[in-house]
């Protein structure tokens, strides 16, 4: 298996996790779109990075959640309800990202980060609907990019909660978190199935995520909005040029 000459790099994959969880909470995300073009700019195959990726999103999801529900900032209705569609695109995502060659995964990987960078720069400009047919149907799409991508999904989420269904920032970004966990979860056991998962690569990056989520849930509340915007777009933008400047170099 890839990661088995890394054994002694642990501590480098937890530290991975942990900067992706911690952004990743600032931003409402479950940090794959930091875990999955490291990984794959590392060198690691595109699909075992993306499964490992997913597993660390699972980390996010489960780190600091509990203080946000506490201070009632996750709307677990709303996110139950956009979940059970967006598990179906990840389920399906899952089945067919296996089945694509790496390269295909690695720019998938880059087109929704630019995606999307684009999606949260134009949000300020967005009059919310509130049209929750809408939010299925882009939900749906937000499981199918994490699961052949990695990323978690909450880079759609967020935009959706926000403007399209009107929640408040801390709304939204608590409610991502809660939801990018299960749709990673789900999304995973396509991977499994087909035996493209890598145990030692995976759970040090969880179990940083997990630390870094954690350490930053505390911090959230007092972002602010724009900010936030601005962190997220140049995040997406950059590692977005990076992964296909890679991709192509190296394909």
């Given at each position: 298996m890839w990661c088995l000459g890394l054994v002694p790099y642990l501590p480098v994959l937890v530290l991975i996790g942990f900067i992706a969880g911690f952004i990743g909470t600032f931003l409402g995300i479950g940090g794959g779109s930091v875990v999955s073009p490291t990984l794959v700019l590392l060198g690691v195959e595109p699909h075992l990075a993306v499964s490992a990726s997913l597993t660390a999103v699972l980390g996010t999801g489960l780190g600091g959640l509990v203080r946000f529900l506490r201070r009632g900032l996750v709307r677990v209705r709303v996110g139950l309800v956009?979940?059970?569609?967006?598990?179906?695109?990840?389920?399906?995502?899952?089945?067919?990202?296996?089945?694509?060659?790496?390269?295909?995964?690695?720019?998938?990987?880059?087109?929704?980060?630019?995606?999307?960078?684009?999606?949260?720069?134009?949000?300020?400009?967005?009059?919310?609907?509130?049209?929750?047919?809408?939010?299925?149907?882009?939900?749906?799409?937000?499981?199918?990019?994490?699961?052949?991508?990695?990323?978690?999904?909450?880079?759609?989420?967020?935009?959706?909660?926000?403007?399209?269904?009107?929640?408040?920032?801390?709304?939204?970004?608590?409610?991502?978190?809660?939801?990018?966990?299960?749709?990673?979860?789900?999304?995973?056991?396509?991977?499994?199935?087909?035996?493209?998962?890598?145990?030692?690569l995976a759970l040090p990056l969880a179990a940083g995520t997990y630390l870094g989520a954690s350490t930053a849930a505390r911090f959230v509340i007092r972002l602010e909005e724009r900010k936030l915007r601005a962190i997220a777009a140049l995040l997406y933008y950059s590692m977005s040029i990076l992964t296909a400047v890679r991709t192509v170099l190296f394909s």
């Open positions: 956009l979940e059970s569609v967006t598990i179906v695109g990840a389920v399906l995502g899952g089945f067919v990202a296996v089945r694509l060659p790496g390269s295909y995964v690695a720019l998938a990987i880059s087109c929704a980060l630019a995606l999307a960078g684009t999606v949260i720069v134009l949000q300020p400009r967005l009059r919310p609907p509130r049209s929750l047919k809408l939010a299925l149907l882009i939900s749906m799409f937000a499981g199918f990019l994490s699961a052949t991508t990695g990323i978690g999904g909450g880079v759609i989420k967020v935009p959706i909660l926000i403007a399209v269904l009107g929640l408040s920032v801390k709304e939204a970004l608590a409610t991502s978190k809660m939801m990018v966990g299960i749709t990673a979860a789900f999304g995973l056991t396509s991977y499994v199935a087909h035996g493209v998962y890598d145990v030692l």
